[in-house]
């Protein structure tokens, strides 16, 4: 196999130039002024030191850039990921202790062997088994909790829990520790953050600002508030108040090392590591896919796999915790014209220099702060549209989405996503169990034959025609069998039955067995079972049993072609060769 199949860095490098290292170069200085807040506040979130948010913003990016093949996608810690780490090693190791920390690498490094197997194993169609009302159910309740979760941070007061009923009621138990200057922090940060969203682009567009600089200014401009704020804090002493602070956060970066873990962490921590693997890449393809559409370039989810196993194996090795793509981040890149996955790299080796040379200054910097960042960051996660469009088109969807949403609020974001994916499954099982099957007639003047509920049609007496809109296999092959026995005892004038199969792809064994228990009961009413366009594939199934030499009546090209075979050898009907 071609080197440049695992090393797509082989293939982009090739054609690097002096434009594309500009256009990189002027990105990675933009994204690393962004990502500096963001892993600081994603670290809190996942109730780990913000030091390591910086770390798993370091070498994972390094590694998309060697095996990844997105130009656009910037790796790193994102708020989902982060809250479902949280959760995850919270039920393994105690936060804050250095067990906690050594969970969240062993659980980077499973999920990124995970991926990275799953990526040579070619199973990158596992994102289709996430069905966008799910990931929209399940993002939209994660929002929630995310910026439930941080309402303590925001009031000065302690908060404990995963799901919102533990939230609420751990904030309703502090409640009377308020602390009024973190609150006047919160409230400053909120208020400029949002105003920085909302606001400050048509502000700047007043003053003539081009709009893609505009963009750049918007999407840093929450730096500015963390300047601001760590200004404050050193001024008025915050921290003497009762304000939390980020505090002493260790100068330089980690070395490369494998955490102590034991048999039963690994195994606590195997099936989140799964789930966090497949949502991350699902949020990640999905977000490549986008920026890879309007530069006409192509994702291969393989090798995306491979490349976001390996980001994740270079956060374990790195002292941070499970990375995937994020969509604002990328948003910034994209929009500061990043060209090759290069970009992330030149964002590594800045985010490394502010580790090395700026954490000293972050000890001024209040946590109400952070909190404040993930607040303003998780307002696009919640979409309570997708319950009005999900009831409106399909209770199907509906039912999956409220299944998610109700279920990640409730008991958490693992048992959500799960449930989730079970609903959706079921679902499917159970729309797939009852195919629809229509009687079929012959538009008048056409060889065209449509639903006798929906056209004007012509039916030819004697004869039933029935189309199957779905594959045929265990699950639904009961219900054609009901559904053509009853159609045929409700008219005992019925000599002929044809199966229109243009629709059916596939014919698994107990769909045989079903299709030959059908024959078998016809012939016993002498009614003779034919079928009409059968697909090749299929056909080459059926030509390997003993259904075809049985078959009373014929297997036709085309429905026109069985009806008029019918008319005019009512007795004997011919078998033309079917392809």
């Known amino acids: 196999m071609h080197l440049k199949t695992f ?32 892993s600081l506040a994603y670290a809190l979130l996942a109730g780990l030191p913000p030091e390591v948010g910086l770390y798993a913003s370091v070498l994972p990016l390094v590694a998309y850039a060697i095996f990844g093949t997105s130009t656009a996608l910037a790796v790193g810690p994102v708020a989902v990921i982060s809250l479902m780490t949280a959760a995850a090693i919270g039920r393994v190791a105690v936060e804050g202790s250095a067990d906690y920390a050594s969970a969240a690498i062993v659980l980077a490094l499973l999920s990124g062997v995970m991926l990275t197997l799953m990526g040579l194993l070619r199973l990158g169609f596992i994102a289709n088994f996430l069905s966008h009302p799910v990931i929209s159910g399940f993002i939209t309740a994660s929002g929630l909790i995310i910026a439930t979760s941080q309402v303590g941070g925001l009031l000065g007061i302690r908060t404990e829990g995963h799901a919102m009923p533990e939230l609420i009621m751990s904030i309703v138990a502090n409640i009377g520790a308020i602390n009024m200057d973190t609150v006047a922090v919160s409230v400053v940060a909120l208020a400029l953050l949002l105003w920085i969203r909302l606001d400050l682009r048509n502000w700047l567009a007043r003053f003539g600002v081009a709009k893609g600089l505009a963009n750049i200014i918007v999407r840093t401009g929450p730096v500015f508030v963390v300047f601001l704020t760590m200004a404050w804090s050193g001024l008025a002493n915050l921290s003497s108040k009762g304000v939390a602070l980020v505090g002493e956060v260790p100068q330089g970066l980690p070395l490369l090392s494998l955490p102590s873990f034991n048999l039963d962490t690994v195994q606590a921590l195997l099936v989140p590591a799964l789930i966090i693997s497949v949502v991350g890449f699902v949020e990640s393809i999905s977000v490549a896919q986008t920026f890879a559409a309007k530069r006409r370039e192509r994702i291969d989810p393989n090798r995306e796999l491979v490349g976001l196993g390996a980001a994740n194996i270079a956060a374990g090795l790195g002292g941070g915790y499970p990375v995937t793509g994020g969509f604002a981040r990328s948003v910034v890149n994209f929009d500061a014209g990043a060209s090759t996955p290069a970009a992330g790299a030149f964002t590594a080796i800045g985010i490394a220099g502010a580790t090395l040379l700026l954490t000293p200054f972050l000890a001024l910097l209040p946590k109400a702060t952070l909190a404040a960042t993930i607040v303003i960051a998780v307002l696009t996660l919640v979409d309570f549209s997708i319950l009005k469009r999900s009831w409106a088109y399909s209770r199907a969807d509906f039912a999956a989405v409220a299944f998610t949403l109700a279920g990640t609020l409730l008991l958490g974001v693992e048992v959500g996503i799960s449930l989730g994916v079970g609903a959706s499954i079921l679902i499917f099982l159970y729309r797939s169990s009852q195919p629809h099957a229509a009687i079929v007639g012959q538009v008048p003047g056409t060889e065209h034959y449509r639903n006798v509920k929906r056209h004007k049609v012509e039916t030819q007496p004697g004869t039933l025609s029935i189309r199957v809109d779905e594959s045929l296999y265990f699950a639904n092959a009961r219900y054609l069998e009901d559904f053509v026995l009853s159609q045929v005892a409700a008219d005992p004038s019925i000599k002929h039955v044809v199966l229109l199969c243009s629709a059916v792809n596939a014919i698994d064994l107990s769909a045989l067995e079903s299709l030959e228990t059908i024959h078998r009961q016809l012939g016993d009413q002498g009614v003779r079972l034919h079928l009409s366009e059968v697909k090749g594939p299929v056909m080459d199934r059926l030509a390997g049993t003993d259904f075809l030499a049985h078959l009373s009546g014929g297997v036709h090209l085309s429905q026109h072609q069985a009806i008029r075979a019918i008319a005019d050898a009512p007795e004997a009907a011919p078998i033309p060769r079917a392809v």
């Open 7 to 38: 090393f797509p860095i082989l293939e982009w490098g090739a054609r690097y130039n002096r434009r594309t290292l500009t256009s990189d170069l002027i990105a990675a200085v933009i994204v690393t002024i962004m990502l500096i807040p963001q």
